[in-house]
């Protein structure tokens, strides 16, 4: 597999990103492919795992690790393969579901990560919320943002609208996308956005992954991911928490609430009137509710 590396001197003095960068590159599987995830705070009261999609990468949450890392949570923060500081393979035909759900299942048992506390927005949920069936023990909360289980059903018109924008545009303008999506976003901000990618040839994941989404029955992933709703709707006996950005026309309410109606005992979402799909932009207010809803608030060791 061809892999482009980001060059380390594109993430400097990222705003509101001092997270010191930590990297494994000999995951069973993935021996070679460097992998980086931020890793702070510590587990006194168990750990966040925080999940981004596409087109972002861990800086999504930069808002939220400083608050869950208060209030005594470890906070792991992957990038995902072909984005952020991890390797990018040249070919859009390297990424599939399994090779990415694949890498989260090494990943979390490298830092035998325990008493998770699974956050996910966007691909994040797509890929997160099929872990913790074949992982249970090791996962008691959820905070779900702006994301869905893909069973295999056709996808909603806002979907389709994005794929068929995506694959009409190969060197897509992350950081522009994002400010259209939150107008008040600086320019130092999207930036941030930008960095991973050098240029086109960075943005194979970014092609590749709309049209990774499990929407017909025999896709792949839609059948592991049947399994996870049942899995979700059964079996769950964890605590959970759902914030809906309402603008977006993507996976907002109209995705977001048949999720909570399989998720067991997910109390009434927190809906944000003015956020987009990246809800994480958001982030401090949903971070401190999530924490209150699960008796963390205020904690610290």
Avoid at 106 to 122: G, K, S, Y
Avoid at 171 to 185: E, F, I, Q, S, T
Avoid at 250 to 267: A, D, F, N, Q, W
Wanted: glycine share 10%; aromatic share 10%.
């Amino acid at each position: 597999m061809e892999l482009l590396r980001t060059p380390d001197d594109r993430f400097d003095g990222l705003l509101d990103f001092p997270f010191a960068p930590h990297y494994v590159d000999d995951l069973p599987g993935y021996e070679g492919i460097r992998v980086h995830y931020v890793d702070e705070g510590a587990a006194h009261h168990g750990t966040a795992l925080c999940l981004h999609g596409n087109p972002t990468w861990s800086y999504l949450y930069r808002r939220m690790i400083p608050i869950f890392a208060e209030a005594g949570l470890r906070v792991v923060a992957p990038d995902l393969i072909g984005f952020g500081r991890s390797d990018k393979p040249v070919e859009e035909s390297a990424h599939g579901f399994a090779f990415h759900r694949s890498m989260l299942i090494r990943l979390v048992e490298r830092l035998d990560l325990r008493d998770v506390m699974l956050v996910c927005q966007d691909w994040g949920g797509l890929l997160g919320l099929t872990l913790p069936p074949d992982m249970p023990g090791r996962f008691t909360r959820l905070l779900a943002m702006n994301t869905a289980l893909a069973v295999g059903t056709p996808p909603t018109r806002g979907f389709a609208e994005w794929r068929a924008y995506s694959n009409r545009t190969p060197d897509l303008a992350v950081g522009k996308m994002l400010m259209r999506g939150k107008p008040d976003m600086s320019a130092a901000e999207a930036a941030g956005y930008d960095a991973p990618f050098p240029d086109a040839r960075y943005k194979a994941a970014l092609r590749a992954f709309p049209n990774l989404v499990p929407d017909e029955p025999d896709a792949p992933g839609a059948e592991l991911s049947g399994r996870a709703s049942q899995w979700w709707r059964e079996s769950w006996s964890g605590r959970s928490f759902m914030a809906i950005g309402l603008r977006d026309p993507v996976l907002g309410e109209e995705s977001m609430l048949p999720l909570r109606s399989i998720i067991r005992g997910c109390p009434e979402p927190m809906r944000l009137a003015d956020a987009g799909h990246f809800v994480p932009e958001w982030g401090g207010p949903v971070a401190r509710a999530a924490l209150a809803e699960f008796d963390l608030r205020g904690l610290r060791h």
